[in-house]
């Protein structure tokens, strides 16, 4: 497991080459008390997350701006005490970002990778984040075992399919946001029949991060109406064949 320095004990600096660029100023409005922590989270994407293939080299001088802000700012569009499951985490975005800016927030990394998964579980504990637990499955795994008030995703899969995987995993009333790039009304569009066939009762972009990061995080909203549980639905076809066997004939 890797280490990182923690202000009551004397483990050495990351190497200058393994280091995430300065935290610019628009870190500290966004993180607040959790500054510390997602100055380590940087360096740990920085250095072992480029090693064991979380983000690439090239990201590193824009870890900030591209990945933790642009992550961390989606918080402004989550309710207060929110149950998140974050599909396809990777190496913890948007995930843990939300959990650095919005410790009220109870949110699970979803990752199939083992690999992956191991990091996550390395990086949780070395910050100490109480609120997140990782779980290593597909999230169509998941279907009909949990029930998340929203479900978050970013560069995973096109809407129609990540919606596919989402969706099903949302509470009624449930909210996934999907960030997405310019494209995403496009996208959007194309994807508005299955959107329809899973259960979405609205769908839109919005934009987060006015004052944090420029140009803004674009996201996909798509709500979902009522959900009926497995139960219910057996109940209710139980009552409607009794019914139809008392029918009297002709």
């Known amino acids: 497991m890797?280490?990182?320095?923690?202000?009551?004990?004397?483990?050495?600096?990351?190497?200058?080459?393994?280091?995430?660029?300065?935290?610019?100023?628009?870190?500290?409005r966004l993180f607040g008390d959790n500054l510390e922590r997602a100055i380590r989270y940087a360096d740990l994407l920085a250095g072992p997350g480029v090693r064991r293939g979380m983000v690439g080299p090239r990201e590193v001088g824009r870890l900030w701006e591209r990945h933790l802000?642009?992550?961390?700012?989606?918080?402004e569009l989550i309710a207060e005490n929110a149950i998140v499951h974050d599909v396809g985490s990777g190496g913890g975005l948007p995930g843990i970002p939300l959990a650095l800016v919005r410790p009220d927030l109870r949110i699970t990394l979803v990752e199939p990778l083992l690999r992956r998964t191991t990091f996550l579980d390395e990086v949780v504990a070395e910050l100490g984040l109480d609120n997140v637990e990782v779980?290593?499955?597909?999230?169509?795994?998941?279907?009909?075992?949990?029930?998340?008030?929203?479900?978050t995703a970013r560069a995973v899969a096109p809407l129609a399919k990540l919606a596919g995987w989402g969706l099903p995993l949302l509470g009624s009333g449930g909210e996934m946001l999907a960030l997405k790039g310019d494209s995403a009304a496009e996208e959007l569009l194309e994807s508005e029949a299955d959107l329809r066939k899973l259960g979405a009762i609205s769908w839109t972009v919005a934009h987060a991060g006015e004052g944090i990061v420029d140009p803004l995080t674009t996201v996909v909203r798509v709500?979902?109406?009522?959900?009926?549980?497995?139960?219910?639905k057996s109940t209710k076809a139980r009552r409607g064949a009794k019914a139809t066997r008392r029918r009297p004939g002709k």
Do not use: M, W, Y
């Open 2 to 28: 890797f280490h990182v320095k923690r202000q009551d004990d004397t483990t050495p600096d990351p190497p200058a080459d393994e280091r995430a660029p300065e935290a610019p100023e628009a870190a500290g």
């Open 69 to 75: 802000l642009n992550c961390g700012v989606v918080a």
């Open 135 to 151: 779980l290593r499955g597909r999230a169509e795994e998941l279907r009909g075992r949990t029930s998340a008030d929203v479900v």
């Open 223 to 232: 709500r979902i109406g009522t959900v009926v549980s497995k139960n219910a």
